[in-house]
T-cell receptor, first 114, second 114 residues
Framework: GDSVTQMEGPVTLSEEAFLTINCTYTATGYPSLFWYVQYPGEGLQLLLKATKADDKGSNKGFEATYRKETTSFHLEKGSVQVSDSAVYFCALSEAGTSGSRLTFGEGTQLTVNP | NAGVTQTPKFQVLKTGQSMTLQCAQDMNHEYMSWYRQDPGMGLRLIHYSVGAGITDQGEVPNGYNVSRSTTEDFPLRLLSAAPSQTSVYFC?????????????FGPGTRLTVL
């Protein structure tokens, strides 16, 4: 079945550092890929997405490129801020009988220190 | 728009008790779903619905029931609570059941079963 693997956390960075959170996936078809973010005490919200190979999703300074050849969708940001502290989830959705069912990775806790 | 709302925010149950977690959305979304979030496991799909009157099981449906009598509401029922159902529950909705669609999450219900 489908699966998503994220780099283990937690990740702790200083403000203005470069961020990479690795995400790889296994899917039988051609999934759409997502990054969701969960701020403390809140629900998940979409950060960015890509729906086909070589697409780049971007939002709030974050970027991720859909790499079919390496089955990856790594999240990057050039300069993190304290306000980026949150849990980040990589997820995929594959067309099928279950509609837009999301398969999530385990989540990566990011803490950014001033 | 209020988006996706969930009640209650917190709940403590004793083993064997029943309860209903409420979920409502005001975006006229066809697709709604329930996930549970457990530490180190990401989110896992419990049940989903592709429209009023249509529901189906997800990855971890045992111990939970759902119904969808209106487009707006998608309650989750625990028939006889067990400690293994201690978790954070998220409801989500999406425009349609397409894999490329963004899903919108509620703020969650934290359930503890003693």
């Amino acid at each position: 079945g489908d699966s998503v693997t994220q780099m283990e956390g937690p990740v702790t960075l200083s403000e203005e550092a470069f961020l990479t959170i690795n995400c790889t996936y296994t899917a039988t078809g051609y999934p759409s890929l997502f990054w969701y973010v969960q701020y403390p005490g809140e629900g998940l919200q979409l950060l960015l997405k890509a729906t086909k190979a070589d697409d780049k999703g971007s939002n709030k300074g974050f970027e991720a490129t859909y790499r079919k050849e390496t089955t990856s969708f790594h999240l990057e940001k050039g300069s993190v801020q304290v306000s980026d502290s949150a849990v980040y989830f990589c997820a995929l959705s594959e067309a099928g009988t279950s509609g837009s069912r999301l398969t999530f990775g385990e989540g990566t806790q990011l803490t950014v220190n001033p | 728009n209020a988006g996706v709302t969930q009640t209650p925010k917190f709940q403590v149950l004793k083993t064997g008790q029943s309860m209903t977690l409420q979920c409502a959305q005001d975006m006229n979304h066809e697709y709604m779903s329930w996930y549970r979030q457990d530490p180190g496991m990401g989110l896992r799909l419990i049940h989903y619905s592709v429209g009023a009157g249509i529901t189906d099981q997800g990855e971890v449906p045992n111990g939970y029931n759902v119904s969808r009598s209106t487009t707006e509401d998608f309650p989750l029922r625990l028939l006889s609570a067990a400690p293994s159902q201690t978790s954070v529950y998220f409801c989500a909705s999406g425009r349609q059941a397409f894999s490329t669609d963004t899903q919108y999450f509620g703020p969650g219900t934290r359930l503890t079963v003693l």
